[in-house]
């Protein structure tokens, strides 16, 4: 399986250009300039910036100078901090992950929003494309139904496709169905090339990653499960991943786990515990990914409740 030199030990800025209010006084002051110097501070290589559709794109179609803006400054701020930098896109026109929060439908079904997807990611290639060297892309978050994943693979081949012309060199995160399920990565056509990277995500145990969870009808938010409870190994997470490990081996592709963590109703030592196993499973396969996530969106490593143990933590990102 191929190493992903750069891309090793990251963090998520989630919730600053997605899953937010999209009001100008959260996107100017969200994350700042120092924000990326505490990442790089903690020995991570690399962010992981999840962004919107609407954000870089106006209403009739064009793009937005102010929405492309944040990405400039991310992208010139990660620089800066000698990171790399994941631009994650995080909703496109009719397809979003989160059933519960955004109307979006239609995607998988509908040539006029994937010619739209095609055209944003020639967007964004043409203005990010020549930073290859610490800048990577990533096509969409989280593909849901299994009903979706050959016209996934289609739309995948013929969006790389068209980035390709632009820049040769970027690489490029693909995930699978159930939300990046680490067991769907199998289900994902070769890659287009050497610069493809395979990419899971993992919350599992959910039952006591999201305890406490208010926004999905999966977890019942009174339920708590301590760490013991949840019988977790690293034997867990080597089944989990086996068949993910084995599609990368089988293409000597890269594996990358865009985002893992634990929601702030678990305690600061079972999040320690949790962090700890799968780290070791990822540091055995040489498997990259971005913790989830760095301040608040209820999983924040930044936040207040860690400090005690954030020196201990910081070892297992």
């Known amino acids: 399986?191929?190493?992903?030199?750069?891309?090793?030990?990251?963090i998520n800025f989630g919730g600053w250009l997605s899953q937010c209010s999209y009001e100008k006084k959260h996107l100017d002051t969200f994350i700042k300039e120092n924000d990326f110097n505490v990442?790089?501070?903690?020995?991570?290589?690399h962010v992981r910036v999840?962004?919107?559709?609407?954000?870089?794109?106006?209403?009739?179609?064009?793009y937005s100078d102010e929405g492309f803006g944040y990405l400039d400054k991310a992208v010139e701020f990660a620089k800066k901090y000698d990171l790399n930098i994941i631009l994650d896109l995080h909703k496109t026109a009719g397809f979003s992950f989160d059933y519960y929060g955004e109307n979006e439908s239609g995607f998988f079904d509908n040539p006029e929003y994937q010619e739209r997807f095609?055209?944003?990611?020639?967007?964004?290639a043409r203005r990010y494309g020549s930073l290859s060297s610490y800048v990577a892309f990533e096509l969409l978050n989280e593909v849901t139904d299994a009903s979706f994943i050959d016209k996934w693979?289609?739309?995948v081949k013929e969006c790389i496709g068209r980035i390709r012309?632009?820049?040769p060199d970027t690489l490029i995160l693909v995930g699978s169905y159930h939300n990046n399920s680490a067991d769907t990565v199998q289900f994902l056509d070769a890659p287009y090339d050497d610069k493809?990277?395979?990419?899971?995500?993992?919350?599992e145990p959910l039952k006591f990653t999201h305890q406490g969870a208010y926004w999905t009808d999966a977890i019942v938010k009174e339920e708590r499960m301590s760490f013991e409870e949840s019988v977790t190994s690293e034997e867990y997470f080597e089944q989990l991943f086996s068949t993910a490990i084995a599609k990368a081996e089988e293409f000597g592709a890269g594996l990358y786990c865009g985002e893992y963590g634990c929601i702030d109703v678990v305690s600061p030592e079972d999040t320690i515990k949790w962090y700890k196993t799968i780290n070791a499973v990822f540091e055995k396969h040489g498997i990259g990914r971005a913790a989830w996530n760095y301040k608040a969106m209820d999983f924040g490593l930044a936040d207040a409740r860690l400090d005690s143990v954030r020196n201990e933590l910081l070892k297992y990102i």
């Open 39 to 45: 990442i790089a501070a903690w020995g991570a290589d």
């Open 50 to 62: 999840p962004f919107d559709y609407n954000i870089i794109e106006n209403n009739d179609g064009t």
């Open 118 to 124: 095609y055209r944003l990611w020639e967007e964004v």
């Open 196 to 203: 493809i990277v395979y990419n899971m995500h993992c919350y």
């Open 153 to 155: 693979n289609r739309i």
């Open 1 to 10: 399986m191929k190493n992903i030199n750069g891309f090793y030990k990251g």
């Open 165 to 167: 012309k632009i820049t």
